[in-house]
C-alpha cells in the first residue's frame, strides 16, 4: 500500500527557533497533503490542506504566517513551525489521500508517522 | 457539515471478550466512514471503510463495522480482543468521498489480562 513517511520523529527546539518537519509520499504522488495537529489525548485537528504548485489552505484559526506550509513537489510537503513557542509543542501529523494523482478518490487518507515537537 | 460522536472516551475490556466502541455521525449527504487504529508515538493506520454498498464491512485485524444510517452510527467490533489491540481508535467522516476527514476524539482501548 502506499507509504507517507515524515521527518524528524522527534525533534526539541528551544523558543524562539524555527523547525521543518518533512512529510514525503513514497511510492505515490500526491498533489494533495493534509496537516493536522494533534493535542494529547484529543483528535486530530485539520491545519491546513497543502496543494503542490499553490498555496497552501488554512482553516480557520490557523496562523499562516505561524505554520509555513510549502508544497515543493508532487512527492514532498513542508511544514515550518516559526519562531515556535512551548505552546506550539505537539504532535504534527501529514497525510495525502489516494488516488490523487488519477482522479478517484475513495477519501482514504494515507498517514505519516507523525513528528512530536517540544518547544523548551 | 460534519460532526462525529465517540462514546467512551476510554473502553476496558478482558482478553478474548468482545470489543464495542461506539460512533455516531451527522452528514448531510451520504457519508464515508472511517475507523483509524494509532498505536503510541505513531501516525494513523487505516482499519476499515465504508463507502458504498454492503452495510457491513471487514477490515484488518478481526475488526469490523455496520453502516446503520437510521441510527446513523458505525460501531466497531471484534469478537475475540487480543493484548495487541490495546491503541487509540478514531472514527472518521467525509461528506461524499471528499478528502477532508472530520475526526472524533478517540477511544482508547485496554486490554487485560
Known amino acids: 500500500g502506499a507509504v507517507v513517511s515524515q521527518h524528524p520523529s522527534r525533534v526539541i527546539c528551544k523558543s524562539g527557533t524555527s523547525v521543518k518537519i518533512e512529510c514525503r509520499s513514497l511510492?505515490?504522488?500526491?498533489?494533495?497533503m493534509f496537516w493536522y495537529r494533534q493535542f494529547p489525548k484529543q483528535s486530530l485537528m485539520l491545519m491546513a490542506t497543502?496543494?503542490?504548485?499553490?498555496?497552501?489552505?488554512?482553516e480557520q484559526g490557523v496562523e499562516k504566517d505561524k505554520f509555513l506550509i510549502n508544497h515543493a513537489s508532487l512527492t514532498l510537503s513542508t511544514l515550518t513551525v516559526t519562531s515556535a513557542h512551548p505552546e506550539d509543542s505537539s504532535f504534527y501529523i501529514c497525510?495525502?489521500?489516494?488516488?490523487?494523482?488519477?482522479?478517484?478518490?475513495?477519501?482514504?487518507?494515507?498517514f505519516g508517522e507523525g513528528s512530536r515537537l517540544t518547544v523548551l | 457539515a460534519q460532526s462525529v460522536t465517540q462514546l467512551g472516551s476510554h473502553v476496558s475490556v478482558s482478553e478474548g471478550a468482545l470489543v464495542l466502541l461506539r460512533c455516531n455521525y451527522s452528514?448531510?449527504?451520504?457519508?464515508?466512514l472511517f475507523w483509524y487504529v494509532q498505536y503510541p508515538n505513531q501516525g494513523l493506520q487505516l482499519l476499515l471503510k465504508?463507502?458504498?454498498?454492503?452495510?457491513l464491512v471487514k477490515g484488518i485485524n478481526g475488526f469490523e463495522a455496520e453502516f446503520k444510517k437510521s441510527e446513523t452510527s458505525f460501531h466497531l467490533t471484534k469478537p475475540s480482543a487480543h493484548m495487541s489491540d490495546a491503541a487509540e481508535y478514531f472514527c472518521?467522516?467525509?461528506?461524499?468521498?471528499?478528502?477532508?476527514?472530520?475526526f472524533g476524539t478517540g477511544t482508547q482501548l485496554k486490554v487485560e489480562l
Open positions: 497525510s495525502a489521500p489516494s488516488g490523487t494523482s488519477v482522479g478517484s478518490n475513495t477519501g482514504e487518507l494515507f
Open positions: 465504508y463507502t458504498t454498498g454492503a452495510t
Open positions: 452528514s448531510s449527504v451520504p457519508p464515508y
Open positions: 472518521a467522516v467525509s461528506e461524499g468521498g471528499g478528502n477532508k476527514l472530520t
Open positions: 497543502s496543494n503542490e504548485g499553490s498555496k497552501a489552505t488554512y
Open positions: 511510492d505515490f504522488q500526491a498533489t494533495t
